[in-house]
């Protein structure tokens, strides 16, 4: 629940740098439907590189950051995210 939480704030943050102040669900589509764009993407793509240790340097699927859940799904596929990631988010949210 506290890593939902946590990526839910820093998905707002970039939205409301967009002035985008819309709510939004854990499944709705962020980038394909363009609330969120390329910038955004490298944004969350550094901060999982970051904070999770997940490794892009083969590319991604745009779909596996669509969206809060299929966020989250990428996290947990990883074998062994870090506990204090959550910490670092919740920073960035600030």
Same mark, same amino acid.
């Not at 589509?29 to 993407?41: F, I, K, Q």
């Not at 490298?42 to 596996?64: H, P």
């Given at each position: 629940?506290?890593?939902?939480?946590?990526?839910?704030?820093?998905?707002?943050?970039? !939205? $409301?740098?967009?002035?985008?102040?819309?709510? #939004? *669900?854990? &499944?709705?589509?962020?980038?394909?439907?363009?609330?969120? @764009? %390329?910038?955004?993407?490298?944004?969350?793509?550094? !901060? $999982?590189?970051?904070?999770?240790?997940?490794? #892009? *340097?083969? &590319?991604?699927?745009?779909?596996?950051?669509?969206?809060? @859940? %299929?966020?989250?799904?990428?996290?947990?596929?990883?074998?062994?995210?870090?506990?204090?990631?959550?910490?670092?988010?919740?920073?960035?949210?600030?």
């Amino acid at each position: 629940m506290k890593d939902r939480l946590a990526l839910r704030a820093v998905l707002e943050k970039l !939205l $409301l740098q967009k002035g985008d102040r819309n709510t #939004f *669900s854990d &499944g709705e589509s962020l980038l394909t439907s363009g609330r969120l @764009d %390329s910038v955004d993407t490298l944004e969350l793509v550094v !901060l $999982l590189e970051q904070d999770y240790g997940i490794d #892009f *340097s083969n &590319g991604f699927d745009r779909d596996d950051l669509d969206s809060v @859940d %299929s966020i989250l799904n990428l996290i947990q596929a990883q074998p062994a995210a870090p506990k204090v990631s959550m910490h670092a988010m919740e920073q960035r949210a600030t």
